[in-house]
């Protein structure tokens, strides 16, 4: 079976103006979320506790609410979880167990005075102090600041600046489209969404080394065409690999998707959206930025078409 | 070459052996009592996320330590000034620092003191001196600081072992995390809430006489007077805050502190009074309780634990052995956890619960089951896909993945690894990952095959000009993922290991194990097609 048959040439790179045009809407669109809307900060980030509760009959959020009294007062947030009928739900308050000293204790006080002891379990509860949140998420952050610019410097030392340049570039296309996808679809941001953008930063890198790696046999091998032709080949070449190694990542995050649980969930969504959008930009933006620094920067000397040593 | 391929299977055979030796214990339990001998024991662990249990990480209050101390080395100054007769000097605490004035003529003698007595004080400031007075100073020195900040995480982290293992619960994690905190891990705990109080209490037990010359009330509205404070009474578990408590005016000074208790003991209930804790002096404080009480007689004496006076009896007469009691509307629970404390000593700061993770078994068990299922179905599609794509070099592949499951469980058992729920998202994204590596390889073959060659020369250079890019790829991953594992706390670093630990495996499977079958294939001069 083949996706993509031998000898297919896509002009990939001739689009490559309007997919920079499109990516730059789209992660403009991004920042500007992320700076308005800002992300939704779970309590790892944010501070306070969230509690999950499952129920043994169906109640609604408004009766949760009022069982919970004062604390579910204010800033507190109730929402269901888990699948259809499995009567879980997620609250949310912005205190902590350390302000209250008992807070689950409180929690569960309201909860059998309204439906009754033995109706209800509370399966989790996670609080994080204030001070905690604001350290993690600023560890957070570097983290994956960090890992981008280390893909860069890798893809640096093995290939060639331009390429190393253009695999940052697509890595910060995708985690702020990553990012993006989460504020739209209203997901927490969570230590384990943390987790998802670091490994979309390290996975969707990899398209990228491997038309790398072909754009510079290529570079070997015809010396004559011009470098956009060498990349838009190299793509084309690799473009079944590309999709197939991404593809089955994608079939088990599909997998975890759906079957993995509630925790789970936001975390197979991020790694979904990352890898696609790796893909998408690995060829549309990495490449694009490397013929751009080619054509704008070094034109000037024509000489300057070699990789540099391979290194092997 | 027939030589190379027989070595290299028999070194992957006892591989796999070995892999299979190292998960039995993870999946038999118990094991036979032969196995334990000789064979290894480890296995992979759930973490608190999976099999249910508290993770909490408590800040030390530092500070409050140091001015505790400050507030000591202010008792102390005044003292040893009086006694080396060092006249008309006063010292007062003012936050951290200790301001000292002085008649300007006894400076050289006050100089004096601190060089040979608190030579751990140092200048805050220059000291001042104005119309025949003059003001100094001090505060404790940056070594003594960090001496004491260490002294009170260390000494509460001791405690709280202490209460912990009290309090019975199997294989704790009880550490400290950066400068100021202590990161405990109580797995499987049933009721974190009496956890966290029996953690989370100060446990400052305090003899203090009451003052019964002084009047409450007027205390509480214009201020104790000076050498004695209000304290008000324990009102027992169940009185919310608004009830009415009684309000007692004590020395400040405490006569005697816990540090003397060798023993607490429960009382069970009696007809007209709820449990109590009974304190077993050790020699030197039954002496000191003895000198106390025969000293106090007809007076009261104020238990204090914790700023709360729980009971203030009348002393009767001097009492000898040792033994005082602690009485205040405890139901039996209370009375022992109270027991528990004493016993394992006063925390020297209090501690805060700066976080907490606490999920029940049953959340656990549903993770592991929604864990496997989605482990089981995805990787089940990739098994599938890569045998309608690659046919026969797609089932070699599909091998090569099993294989590196098998390693991947038995590296993580051999390192004793926590799986927790991030983790076992790991091992099915690794399941979509580890084929990637023969997809390179594989693709690679059939761009070779069409551009004419050989099956043979086919596959030796697909392996060869698909390596440079597999090392890559993993590397790049792997990178990421000892980022991660820097950063991430508990589960994050499950997830960590795991994609570390995939990445090693699946490089081993897809590169080395399925090159052996096609060597083995060539050698027996049977590569006349191959199905890719």
Redesign the interface.
Known sequence: MELIKPGVTIPFTRYRYIAVAISSVVNLFVLILLFTRGPLLGVDFAGGTVAQLKFSKPVTIGEIRNALGDLGAGDTVIQDFGQQGSNEFLVRLQKTSAQLGELSEQIKEGLTKQFGSGTFEVRRIESVGPKVGSELRQKGAWSVIAATIMMGIYIWLRFDLRFGLGAVIALIHDVLVTIGALIVANYEFDLTIIAALLTVVGFSVNDTVIICDRVRENMRKIKRESLETIINTSINETLSRTIITTGTAILVLLALFVLGGGVIRPFAFALLVGFFSGVYSTIFIASPVVLFWEKRLIRKSPGTLKVSSVKK | MRQSVLTRAIIFGIAIVAAIIYLVPTFVSPLPAWWISFLPTDRINLGL?LQGGSHL?L?VKVDKAIENNIERVRTDLSNVLREKGVSGASVDREGTLLHIAVPSANTERLRGVLKSDFAYLVEAKSPQTTGGKSDYFLTLSKEEIRSLRDYAVDQSLETIRNRIDQFGVSEPIIQREGQENILIQLPGIQD??RA?DIIGKTALLEFKLVDDTANVEEAIKNGPPPGRQVLYGHAGRGDGIGTEKQAYVVESRPLMTGEYIQDARVRPAQQLQGASVELILNGAGARLFEQITAANVKRRLAIVLDNRVYSAPVIQERIGGGRASITGNFDLKEARDLSIVLRAGALPAPV?????????P??GN??IR??V???V???S??II??I???RGAGAIADLALVFHILFLLAILAALKAVLT??GI?GI??I???A??AN??IN?RI??EL?AGRAPRSAIEAGFQ?AM??II??N???????V??F????G??KG??VT?CIGILTTVVTAVYMTRIYYDYRAMTGKLKRISI
């Open positions: 996320d990480v800040g974190p809430e966290k805060e619960i700066l976080e907490e993770r606490t999920v029940g049953s959340l549903d993770s929604e864990g299922i989605s482990f179905v995805g990787s599609l990739v896909f890569m309608l794509y690659y729920l991030p998202a099915v994204l399941a979509g990952m084929v990637d997809v390179l693709e059939r761009e069409r000009h440079p890019a890559d790829t590397v790049t991953t792997f990178l990421s993922g980022i991660l820097q950063f991430g706390t589960p994050i997830f960590a994609l």
